[in-house]
């Protein structure tokens, strides 16, 4: 089991970034993944988690009304559009997954994470 986010970068405040999950070693669809970050002398949270049982999907408080989470199964991806990016988003970002297909037993695989930068 592999994932590998990427999509990181240094965006203006107000911008809008799609961050990628590529996973291989099993099959996207079946399990719940979930984006997490962890910014420069903080504690990781989670961002974002959606559950291949039902599609409920969970967001932080900062997340909600910005980001959103989509799937490509053909190419085994999940994708985290993040809009009106915020200098708070900074942060190193990650992708995971659960063995289970519900968000609420918590993640068993990551992935390296990718960087990003909000700042004017």
């Known amino acids: 089991v592999q994932l590998q986010a990427s999509g990181g970068g240094l965006m203006q405040p107000g911008g809008s970034l799609r961050l990628s999950c590529a996973a291989s070693?099993?099959?996207?669809?079946?399990?719940?993944i979930g984006w997490f970050r962890q910014a420069p002398g903080k504690e990781r949270e989670g961002v974002l988690c959606?559950?291949?049982?039902?599609?409920?999907?969970y967001l932080s408080d900062s997340a909600k009304g910005r980001f959103t989470i989509a799937r490509d199964n053909a190419k085994n991806t999940e994708y985290l559009q993040m809009n009106r990016l915020r200098p708070e988003d900074t942060a190193v970002y990650y992708c995971?997954?659960?063995?289970?297909?519900?968000?609420?037993?918590?993640?068993?695989?990551w992935g390296k994470g990718t960087l990003v930068t909000v700042s004017s």
């Open positions: 995971a997954t659960s063995v289970s297909d519900s968000c609420r037993f918590g993640m068993d695989y």
């Open positions: 070693g099993f099959t996207l669809d079946y399990h719940a």
């Open positions: 959606i559950s291949s049982s039902d599609s409920a999907t």
